[in-house]
């Protein structure tokens, strides 16, 4: 039986249909969710894509947070429903409450675009399966409200507990994307819950999952194949 995993539209979304196309590629079946509809329609995990849902009005992820879907959302990720959240999709888990800390404006004020270098902390999550703790991968970043921040107890239950889940890479040019791109705290680019279930971050895998478009790798394809394997062994 084939897999079933959920892309959720928001007003605002942008990246629904690159995601619902990464998932077909990994092999599952896609299924288009309404933000205004409380039935996830029986599906066995749940994507919360990109873009500007509301406008990012009030913060961002912030107005989602109040959309029936998300109702059904909060109460299925803490039964164990896998959810990964990209870029607004992270904004929207943090302002829910299923991850911790939030996200704030890049400190330098501006909208970021590029190819963005990240090295994997967490290979263990329901969304990692398929990458090595401390393999380097390459996939697109583009965000105005992109920067991580919590308080130290936190971070520090976060370093400690294994739950960082991404990090962006440093020791390069950033010219290259290598560096902190937008003053995340600890260079945090994603994060996971204490169960592995949920897991957010701000680059965007689903866009670089072909060789022709993208970064021109595959490197955000593992993310869909892993939550594919999970299932289909559970």
Same mark, same amino acid.
Request: hydrophobic content about 40%; proline content about 5%.
């Given at each position: 039986?084939?897999?079933?995993?959920?892309?959720?539209?928001?007003?605002?979304?942008?990246?629904?249909?690159?995601?619902?196309?990464?998932?077909?590629?990994?092999?599952?079946?896609?299924?288009?969710?309404?933000?205004?509809?409380?039935?996830?329609?029986?599906?066995?995990?749940?994507?919360?894509?990109?873009?500007?849902?509301?406008?990012?009005?009030?913060?961002?992820?912030?107005?989602?947070?109040?959309? &029936?879907?998300?109702?059904?959302?909060?109460?299925?990720?803490?039964?164990?429903?896998?959810?990964?959240?990209?870029?607004?999709?992270?904004?929207?888990?943090?302002?829910?409450?299923?991850?911790?800390?939030?996200?704030?404006?890049?400190? #330098?004020? #501006?909208?970021?675009?590029?190819?963005?270098?990240?090295?994997?902390?967490?290979?263990?999550?329901?969304?990692?399966?398929?990458?090595?703790?401390?393999?380097?991968?390459?996939?697109?970043?583009?965000?105005?409200?992109?920067?991580?921040?919590?308080?130290?107890?936190?971070?520090?239950?976060?370093?400690?507990?294994?739950?960082?889940?991404?990090?962006?890479?440093?020791?390069?040019?950033?010219?290259?994307?290598?560096?902190?791109?937008?003053?995340?705290?600890?260079?945090?680019?994603?994060?996971?819950?204490?169960?592995?279930?949920?897991?957010?971050?701000?680059? #965007?895998?689903? #866009?670089?999952?072909?060789?022709?478009?993208?970064?021109?790798?595959?490197?955000?394809? &593992?993310?869909?194949?892993?939550?594919?394997?999970?299932?289909?062994?559970?």
């Amino acid at each position: 039986m084939t897999a079933r995993i959920g892309v959720v539209t928001f007003p605002g979304s942008l990246d629904d249909r690159d995601s619902r196309r990464a998932i077909r590629l990994a092999g599952a079946e896609p299924v288009a969710l309404w933000h205004k509809d409380k039935d996830l329609q029986q599906v066995d995990a749940v994507v919360l894509c990109g873009g500007f849902s509301y406008g990012d009005y009030l913060r961002a992820g912030a107005i989602a947070r109040f959309s &029936p879907v998300m109702d059904t959302i909060i109460e299925q990720a803490k039964a164990g429903l896998p959810v990964l959240g990209i870029c607004n999709g992270f904004q929207i888990l943090t302002e829910a409450h299923l991850l911790p800390g939030g996200m704030l404006g890049n400190d #330098h004020l #501006h909208f970021i675009c590029r190819d963005q270098k990240l090295r994997v902390e967490n290979a263990d999550t329901a969304w990692t399966g398929d990458y090595t703790a401390g393999q380097e991968i390459s996939i697109p970043l583009k965000n105005m409200d992109g920067r991580y921040v919590a308080d130290r107890r936190t971070l520090d239950e976060l370093e400690a507990e294994g739950r960082v889940a991404f990090r962006y890479v440093t020791d390069g040019e950033a010219a290259d994307g290598y560096g902190n791109p937008n003053g995340s705290l600890n260079d945090i680019a994603g994060i996971t819950n204490a169960a592995g279930n949920v897991v957010g971050l701000m680059p #965007h895998p689903e #866009h670089a999952v072909e060789p022709l478009i993208g970064t021109g790798r595959t490197d955000g394809l &593992p993310f869909f194949t892993s939550i594919l394997k999970k299932l289909v062994s559970a």
